[in-house]
């Protein structure tokens, strides 16, 4: 898919800004070489109303398949609820050439690189801002965007030049920020789902107020 914008940029398949992300990606290399073992890439059309940003590809999951929730347990509930609302079309089957296709949505991570113990640390969320900004600013028609978490959350905030204080993250919560509206959702996780902190309906109901805002 050709990118909306010149200035758009993909961090390369060996960026090395983040040296211990580099470090455990040359590990995973070892170890499943015949994995993605990459920065993951954005998926779906940069033209799209919707953004998603979700936290890190964890280790078995985007970081094998090389697409964004993909073969991870958060991505079940996720492209399962995408389906269910129209923002996706045909199967998903956990693997990147499943065939499905995103509708006026697009998924990315605050975070493109897998991290040891699925947890980022602060600079490396800093670092890898300058490829969310760049992807933002890439999105001509973006209406909408979708934090999966706290730190998403926090990222995007810092990216668009707004303050954490005037922003703060809740479930459910609706940010108007300059020509694009924020909304909120705890990560759907395994552990959040498993805990109850995140049920199927509540992540539902955030659709409901995304599809309100966004057609
Ligand atoms: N997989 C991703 O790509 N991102 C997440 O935040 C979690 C799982």
């Not at 909306?4 to 060996?14: E, G, L, V």
């Not at 995103?102 to 493109?112: E, F, H, P, S, Y």
Request: one cysteine or more.
């Amino acid at each position: 898919m050709a990118n909306a914008s010149p200035s758009f940029q993909n961090p390369p398949r060996d960026c090395a800004l983040c040296p211990r992300l580099a470090k455990f990606r040359d590990q995973n290399r070892t170890t499943f070489p015949d994995k993605f073992n990459a920065p993951v890439p954005a998926f779906g059309d940069p033209g799209a109303g919707l953004l998603i940003v979700g936290l890190a590809p964890g280790l078995r999951g985007a970081n094998f398949s090389g697409r964004p929730f993909t073969g991870d347990w958060a991505g079940d509930l996720l492209y399962k609820t995408l389906l269910d609302f129209g923002f996706a079309r045909g199967t998903y089957g956990a693997r990147a050439d499943d065939g499905l296709e995103l509708v006026d949505c697009r998924i990315t991570n605050a975070v493109r690189c897998v991290p040891p113990e699925n947890k980022p640390t602060g600079p490396e969320i800093k670092q890898c801002g300058a490829f969310l900004r760049d992807e933002l600013a890439a999105m001509s028609n973006l209406k909408v965007i979708l934090s999966l978490g706290k730190i998403s959350h926090d990222a995007v905030l810092r990216t668009c030049g707004e303050t954490l204080s005037a922003h703060p993250f809740a479930h459910g919560a609706v940010h108007r920020m300059a020509g694009i509206t924020l909304l909120d959702s705890y990560h759907c996780s395994r552990y959040n789902t498993n805990t109850g902190r995140l049920t199927e309906a509540m992540f539902r109901a955030v659709f409901e107020k995304i599809r309100d805002i966004a057609r």
